[in-house]
T-cell receptor
Framework: KAGVTQTPRYLIKTRGQQVTLSCSPI?????VSWYQQTPGQGLQFLFE???????NKGNFPGRFSGRQFSNSRSEMNVSTLELGDSALYLCASSLRGGQQIYGYTFGSGTRLTVV | DAKTTQPPSMDCAEGRAANLPCNHS???????VYWYRQIHSQGPQYIIHGLKNNETNEMASLIITEDRKSSTLILPHATLRDTAVYYCIVRADNYGQNFVFGPGTRLSVLP
């Protein structure tokens, strides 16, 4: 079956712009989580959505937001981009969110570069 | 903060077993031990998880000490494709519990 699909794979934006990243979970998976990965901070949790509701949120500023649609696809948005937002953004899906004992299946990520 | 401690790097000869240790001395009774790995520029990949019994699957074995304060991931016959960063994570099986990744162990499999 198809894995977690993230688009686009690469993105270059200018400081101050906004960006929207997309994630299509594995068919049947209802939970989507987003992570940011940078060389300095490693993998950090952004937020989790389950059945179109945000259930958990990491320690990121309000410029980072997300949503989930009725088909479980998810988008995350970053407004007023800063150079420090340059990172690999990873999406992960699971059947039942936090209670999915087998954990999450990650996509390959979107590499965002802010110049 | 991550609740686990791992060595930052390890080397292993190709074809030999790779034993990756993890300390999780504050683990709670309802927390599982998960292992993921991340090959360069890809998303993390699930390897194995366990609660208190040793576990084995087609990728690896997980050995958890009786007091559950540490564990070891074993790749029985490491190949060059096993070169990756390996993350040990403890997480309760409750709603709303996200995975907290530490810096992991960078395993280099050498020819």
């Amino acid at each position: 079956k198809a894995g977690v699909t993230q688009t686009p794979r690469y993105l270059i934006k200018t400081r101050g712009q906004q960006v929207t990243l997309s994630c299509s979970p594995i068919s049947g998976h209802r939970s989507v989580s987003w992570y940011q990965q940078t060389p300095g901070q490693g993998l950090q949790f952004l937020f989790e959505y389950f059945s179109e509701t945000q259930r958990n949120k990491g320690n990121f500023p309000g410029r980072f937001s997300g949503r989930q649609f009725s088909n479980s696809r998810s988008e995350m948005n970053v407004s007023t981009l800063e150079l420090g937002d340059s990172a690999l953004y990873l999406c992960a899906s699971s059947l039942r969110g936090g209670q999915q004992i087998y954990g999450y299946t990650f996509g390959s990520g979107t590499r965002l570069t802010v110049v | 903060d991550a609740k686990t401690t791992q060595p930052p790097s390890m080397d292993c000869a190709e074809g030999r077993a790779a034993n990756l240790p993890c300390n999780h001395s504050t683990i709670s009774g309802n927390e599982y031990v998960y292992w993921y790995r991340q090959i360069h520029s890809q998303g993390p990949q699930y390897i194995i998880h366990g609660l208190k019994n040793n576990e084995t699957n087609e990728m690896a074995s997980l050995i958890i000490t009786e007091d559950r304060k540490s564990s070891t991931l074993i790749l029985p016959h490491a190949t060059l494709r096993d070169t990756a960063v390996y993350y040990c994570i403890v997480r309760a099986d409750n709603y709303g519990q996200n995975f907290v990744f530490g810096p992991g162990t960078r395993l280099s499999v050498l020819p």
